[in-house]
């Protein structure tokens, strides 16, 4: 199971040294994702783009709400995608319960963000407009830097989002809302509808995580979660979300404890016996 | 006078061909030499959908340069604020403005290229009123955005940024009297609102060893890159440049004879004569496509002999 940590946009005016710091602290330790979603939801690109600076093998995955235009969000992505050469996955993410909006956002945010001129005719969007007036228009359009990696990574969340994911052979993120039984239940519905098509499919959940204001977690209680999941629906990446009001330094404190006492535990099925007894004793 | 430097258009042309991840690790670089330089500002350029990958998202690349600088102003040059929703540009705005602790300098244009207005659906003939409907919108966020600095040279433009007492970014290829007459516009209208403008203005530039070859050499490069892109995009009485030959070469020469080519010495009397028209802050476009290496050295040039010889702005 691979492991990732939110970044909190810290308010006032120093953000973006506050993301950089979390960020390395995240990287340092060998954690696998940072995931993006700032206050500002307009913003998590402009934060992803700001975290790529100052990492160098972190993943960095930025959850965007839909309703903006779909090209503004597939060029923001392209972008910021190529400013971390490649290391930054899409979350589209449904507002309310608008199953067409997120469904026509993601159909034109995967035509835009592949190395092909497109176009899209929707319900909400018709790209390009070939309006009468724009002289010279195009009949398709392409995007361009292309994408770093052959393909962007793109997860949908939030309501409705696990249908419209399966519907296009994407993964849907199991949000921090959501129960393990429920998304066991979506993971088997998509496995029933896409045969060994869902193979491929990544299985992420976003997970609330408790510490305390110095940065100290409950592991064994994580582990044992994380674990539950493992066995009930394969979850392979969790994306956990420290309490927001920790400090830069006790979130490192914690980020450190999830790589040096959870990740080595979830990685096998099992291990074998006294392992763990000798972590505690020398890591204690 | 402030000097910024740009612009970083992250193009891998076919003159140029680069690696685009690259450039942007490059971009990271160039930051943090601009800033280690005393360069006030660095500046990125808007365009879409082209073959050689324009950055079409300044303000994403622009996070990633102010998240490796600590003291670096990074502008847009322009950003296309027509084509946004304006509630969402301010968001991004404010968030940009206040995690770079104020370092963000927002150029806005109308832009000219359809097929980049078509794109977003909308339509090239409202782009006036729709930029008009977003400064009102910035306008009233106050602080919390960056400067904005109108580009262009209209009357409707020097109005717009009069009117509203935002700055102005003149263009490159105009020559002294017309910023002159620019400037006085932007000024009248200001002072018909009893508001204030900020004059920016934009220069094609290049420092060289004095000699004639480096001379020859420089412009060559601008004739190369204004030749395609105006040739490819610029509507020279309504038809692209490449079909009005005669017309492109007008435009060509006329980029370089308004454009900074010179040693330094030639240059700081060329830049004094801007502020003694009522220049504030240039933008020394320094053209060359991809990753040419010359460019740092005409970079430390400016650096070392331009800059230091000029009257600074009073904080």
Request: aromatic residues 6%; proline residues 6%.
């Given at each position: 199971?691979?492991?990732?940590?939110?970044?909190?946009?810290?308010?006032?005016?120093?953000?973006?040294?506050?993301?950089?710091?979390?960020?390395?602290?995240?990287?340092?330790?060998?954690?696998?994702?940072?995931?993006?979603?700032?206050?500002?939801?307009?913003?998590?690109?402009?934060?992803?783009?700001?975290?790529?600076?100052?990492?160098?093998?972190?993943?960095?995955?930025?959850?965007?709400?839909?309703?903006?235009?779909?090209?503004?969000?597939?060029?923001?992505?392209?972008?910021?995608?190529?400013?971390?050469?490649?290391?930054?996955?899409?979350?589209?993410?449904?507002?309310?319960?608008?199953?067409?909006?997120?469904?026509?956002?993601?159909?034109?945010?995967?035509?835009?963000t592949s190395p092909r001129p497109f176009r899209h005719h929707g319900a909400r969007?018709?790209?390009?407009?070939?309006?009468?007036?724009?002289?010279?228009?195009?009949?398709?359009?392409?995007?361009?830097?292309?994408?770093?990696?052959?393909?962007?990574?793109?997860?949908?969340?939030?309501?409705?989002?696990?249908?419209?994911?399966?519907?296009?052979?994407?993964?849907?993120?199991?949000?921090?809302?959501?129960?393990?039984?429920?998304?066991?239940?979506?993971?088997?519905?998509?496995?029933?509808?896409?045969?060994?098509?869902?193979?491929?499919?990544?299985?992420?959940?976003?997970?609330?995580?408790?510490?305390?204001?110095?940065?100290?977690?409950?592991?064994?209680?994580?582990?044992?979660?994380?674990?539950?999941?493992?066995?009930?629906?394969?979850?392979?990446?969790?994306?956990?979300?420290?309490?927001?009001?920790?400090?830069?330094?006790?979130?490192?404190?914690?980020?450190?404890?999830?790589?040096?006492?959870?990740?080595?535990?979830?990685?096998?099925?099992?291990?074998?016996?006294?392992?763990?007894?000798?972590?505690?004793?020398?890591?204690? | 006078?402030?000097?910024?430097?740009?612009?970083?258009?992250?193009?891998?042309?076919?003159?140029?061909?680069?690696?685009?991840?690259?450039?942007?690790?490059?971009?990271?670089?160039?930051?943090?030499?601009?800033?280690s330089l005393g360069f006030h500002s660095l500046w990125l350029a808007e365009h879409?959908?082209?073959?050689?990958?324009?950055?079409?998202?300044?303000?994403?690349?622009?996070?990633?340069?102010?998240?490796?600088?600590?003291?670096?102003?990074?502008?847009?040059?322009?950003?296309?604020?027509?084509?946004?929703?304006?509630?969402?540009?301010?968001?991004?705005?404010?968030?940009?403005?206040?995690?770079?602790?104020?370092?963000?300098?927002?150029?806005?244009?109308?832009?000219?290229?359809?097929?980049?207005?078509?794109?977003?659906?909308?339509?090239?003939?409202?782009?006036?009123?729709?930029?008009?409907?977003?400064?009102?919108?910035?306008?009233?966020?106050?602080?919390?955005?960056?400067?904005?600095?109108?580009?262009?040279?209209?009357?409707?433009?020097?109005?717009?940024?009069?009117?509203?007492?935002?700055?102005?970014?003149?263009?490159?290829?105009?020559?002294?009297?017309?910023?002159?007459?620019?400037?006085?516009?932007?000024?009248?209208?200001?002072?018909?609102?009893?508001?204030?403008?900020?004059?920016?203005?934009?220069?094609?530039?290049?420092?060289?060893?004095?000699?004639?070859?480096?001379?020859?050499?420089?412009?060559?490069?601008?004739?190369?890159?204004?030749?395609?892109?105006?040739?490819?995009?610029?509507p020279l009485r309504g038809r692209p440049g490449f079909e009005s030959p005669e017309?492109?070469?007008?435009?060509?020469?006329?980029?370089?004879?308004?454009?900074?080519?010179?040693?330094?010495?030639?240059?700081?009397?060329?830049?004094?004569?801007?502020?003694?028209?009522?220049?504030?802050?240039?933008?020394?476009?320094?053209?060359?496509?991809?990753?040419?290496?010359?460019?740092?050295?005409?970079?430390?040039?400016?650096?070392?002999?331009?800059?230091?010889?000029?009257?600074?702005?009073?904080?």
């Open positions: 199971m691979r492991l990732g940590v939110v970044l909190e946009g810290a308010p006032g005016v120093a953000a973006l040294q506050s993301l950089a710091a979390q960020a390395c602290a995240a990287e340092s330790v060998g954690l696998d994702f940072a995931w993006l979603a700032p206050e500002a939801g307009a913003a998590a690109l402009l934060a992803a783009s700001s975290v790529a600076a100052s990492t160098t093998v972190l993943r960095l995955v930025a959850r965007v709400a839909v309703g903006a235009h779909p090209l503004e969000i597939a060029e923001a992505a392209v972008v910021a995608e190529n400013c971390s050469a490649g290391r930054l996955g899409l979350v589209l993410e449904s507002v309310g319960r608008d199953r067409d909006l997120l469904a026509e956002t993601t159909d034109a945010i995967l035509a835009a969007w018709r790209i390009p407009a070939n309006l009468p007036e724009n002289e010279d228009h195009e009949a398709r359009l392409a995007v361009t830097p292309y994408c770093v990696q052959p393909e962007l990574p793109i997860w949908l969340a939030g309501p409705e989002s696990d249908g419209v994911a399966r519907e296009r052979g994407l993964s849907h993120v199991s949000g921090a809302g959501e129960s393990a039984e429920d998304a066991a239940r979506a993971w088997a519905a998509t496995e029933r509808a896409l045969g060994p098509g869902a193979r491929r499919l990544r299985r992420p959940a976003l997970r609330a995580v408790h510490a305390d204001a110095d940065g100290d977690l409950d592991d064994a209680a994580l582990v044992a979660m994380l674990r539950a999941e493992q066995r009930l629906w394969d979850v392979d990446i969790a994306v956990l979300r420290l309490p927001a009001a920790l400090d830069d330094r006790a979130r490192a404190r914690a980020m450190r404890r999830v790589a040096s006492r959870v990740r080595p535990r979830v990685v096998l099925d099992a291990l074998p016996p006294g392992l763990e007894a000798y972590w505690d004793e020398a890591l204690a | 006078m402030r000097i910024g430097v740009g612009l970083w258009t992250m193009r891998a042309t076919a003159a140029h061909p680069a690696a685009q991840p690259a450039m942007y690790r490059d971009l990271l670089a160039d930051a943090r030499l601009v800033e879409h959908f082209w073959y050689d990958g324009w950055c079409p998202s300044p303000l994403v690349a622009a996070s990633a340069a102010l998240a490796v600088t600590s003291t670096l102003h990074v502008g847009t040059g322009i950003h296309l604020l027509p084509l946004c929703d304006p509630r969402r540009v301010g968001e991004q705005l404010s968030w940009l403005q206040r995690a770079s602790g104020g370092r963000l300098q927002h150029g806005v244009g109308l832009g000219y290229r359809a097929a980049e207005y078509d794109g977003y659906g909308i339509s090239r003939l409202v782009r006036g009123r729709r930029m008009d409907a977003a400064l009102d919108w910035l306008s009233g966020l106050g602080d919390a955005v960056p400067p904005v600095w109108v580009g262009g040279f209209s009357p409707a433009a020097l109005e717009r940024a009069g009117r509203l007492g935002l700055g102005v970014l003149l263009p490159s290829t105009l020559t002294l009297p017309q910023l002159e007459r620019a400037i006085a516009q932007a000024r009248d209208a200001a002072a018909a609102a009893g508001r204030t403008v900020r004059i920016g203005v934009m220069k094609y530039a290049w420092a060289t060893d004095g000699s004639e070859s480096a001379r020859a050499w420089a412009l060559g490069m601008l004739s190369t890159f204004m030749r395609e892109y105006a040739g490819a995009w610029f017309l492109l070469e007008a435009q060509v020469r006329r980029a370089a004879d308004t454009a900074l080519v010179g040693s330094p010495d030639e240059l700081v009397l060329q830049l004094r004569a801007l502020a003694d028209a009522g220049a504030e802050q240039c933008v020394l476009h320094l053209v060359g496509d991809g990753r040419l290496p010359e460019r740092h050295e005409t970079l430390a040039l400016i650096a070392d002999r331009v800059v230091p010889a000029l009257d600074p702005v009073p904080s």
